[in-house]
């Protein structure tokens, strides 16, 4: 078998992107106060700021959204979108939201009170922000490979179930209304979960009478990080792993702007039947009636077709070999990663990168702004701007659109990166001139340091 891994798709419509100068980027990053979120995006080249809601859809996609039925009521839609959710996932109650957060305020806001206690191997941002909404605390118990950025484990997003068992212990049974277990691992840099966690996991659960809940957001690409590394997995098909893996859970919360493969949506699943009623007549004051929940008729179709283009094996080869390519041809040149690639992005390690920059100068707002510089590329900071002093690393995601960019863009991305890691000794830090009072990272406006 040939070894060059190709997009398995051909363009049948394009959307063309612009290039501009390295003075004028000069001007637009000034304008935009050295914060990339404030940057138009007709001025950026290659677009890695998320892999949130930025996929191309398939032609069969576009097919499925002029079959959308916008019935106000049992929309024919609704019964094409729960039954791909059900197929793959199992559970017996399909609850349509506009994206994933709203999934999660809608589950912890009816399981969850002031006090309790939600472990997550790692809580992404916005699930630990609604689990503090209603008061209670949201805990991370990753194994502590996960936290490492250089370590090479092939299962980093682990749940480490010993502390699982013993915060269990020390908090109470009855303080813990829900266990969550997010696939992949996205906040700990995309790693995937074994199979034997997700059983070892659900078993402490069972053992405890505790529901198990998976943050599905990206369960495609865990699923086929099993199957390539998992022993007993090599010859199943990825819609088989999903299927084992959540028939371990009770329900899940997910966006179907990630492995949904649309631009919008989301759900939330659950076997219980007291629950599910709770959390429609609360959909119904928020997101809208339970056959739509938030969503046009035409999104149900595209996300229906969405998740089981997800799952082909084709797409998830290319999805992680080019997502590995980008991070093995830059580490290859010692420029520093957190390892091993994880499924959606690569993270590089900003104070690695750049050691003469102090977090209190953002190492990685200075990364990201230099990307650009070089070559039109926007990224993310997670670091000490988006946290502030909580910030553990100092990270530059570059999240990969799902179908949209091709291997030549990749290699573009590389080049830039190199020629950035050959002036890294000439880059400075950044100075804070404002900041709102809460997620100051999208709005903050920055200047260089004399
Ligand atoms: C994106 C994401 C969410 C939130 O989903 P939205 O659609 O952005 O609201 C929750 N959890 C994880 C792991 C995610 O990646």
Redesign the pocket.
Same mark, same amino acid.
């Given at each position: 078998m040939p070894h060059t891994i190709i997009e398995p798709f051909r363009i049948k419509s394009v959307e063309p992107i612009r290039w501009t100068s390295r003075a004028q980027r000069e001007e637009l990053l000034r304008a935009a106060h050295y914060n990339l979120f404030l940057l138009p995006a007709d001025d950026v080249l290659i677009d890695l700021l998320t892999d949130? +809601?930025t996929g191309a859809m398939s032609t069969h996609q576009w097919a499925a959204v002029m079959e959308g039925d916008e019935s106000y009521a049992g929309s024919r839609s609704f019964e094409r979108f729960s039954g791909s959710v059900r197929d793959i996932f199992g559970y017996k109650h399909v609850i349509p939201t506009h994206?994933? !957060?709203? *999934?999660?305020r809608i589950l912890f806001g009816i399981t969850c009170k002031k006090g309790d206690v939600v472990p997550n191997n790692t809580h992404? %941002?916005?699930?630990r922000a609604n689990v503090e909404f209603v008061a209670a605390e949201a805990v991370d118990c990753v194994i502590p490979e996960g936290r490492d950025p250089r370590c090479n484990h092939p299962f980093k997003g682990n749940m480490d179930v010993g502390a699982l068992e013993q915060l269990i212990a020390r908090v109470g049974r009855e303080r813990v209304p829900l266990v969550m277990l997010?696939v992949?691992?996205?906040?700990g840099g995309g790693q995937p979960v074994s199979m034997e966690n997700v059983r070892q996991v659900s078993a402490v659960c069972k053992k405890h009478k505790i529901p198990l809940y998976f %943050?599905a957001? !990206?369960f495609a690409e865990n699923s086929y990080f099993i199957k390539v590394r998992e022993k007993g997995y090599e010859s199943k098909h990825p819609k088989q792993i999903a299927q084992e893996m959540f028939s371990y859970g009770d329900g899940c919360?997910m966006? *179907?702007?990630?492995d949904g493969m649309a631009n919008? +949506?989301?759900f939330l699943c659950t076997n219980d039947d007291l629950l599910a009623q709770q959390e429609k007549d609360l959909l119904i004051l928020t997101e809208g009636y339970p056959t739509y929940g938030g969503l046009a008729g035409r999104d149900l179709e595209a996300i229906a077709v969405g998740l089981q283009e997800a799952l082909e094996e084709d797409y998830l080869r290319y999805r992680i070999a080019s997502t590995a390519y980008l991070g093995n041809h830059i580490a290859a040149q010692g420029v520093p990663i957190v390892q091993p690639p994880g499924g959606h992005a690569i993270y590089l390690d900003a104070s690695a990168f750049l050691p003469q920059i102090p977090p209190a100068q953002f190492p990685a707002v200075a990364l990201a702004t230099e990307l650009y510089l070089e070559g039109g590329i926007r990224s993310v900071e997670i670091g000490s701007l988006m946290f502030g002093k909580a910030a553990k690393m100092e990270l530059v995601r570059l999240a990969i659109p799902r179908r949209v960019y091709t291997q030549s863009h990749v290699d573009y991305v590389v080049e830039i990166i190199l020629e950035v890691w050959k002036k890294r000794e000439s880059i400075r830090g950044l100075k804070l001139l404002y900041e709102a009072s809460f997620l100051r990272h999208f709005t903050a406006r920055l200047e260089p340091v004399a």
């Open positions: 949130s +809601g994206q994933g !957060r709203a *999934a999660e992404f %941002d916005t699930t997010t992949t691992n996205n906040s %943050d957001c !990206r919360t966006s *179907a702007k990630k919008i +949506g989301g």
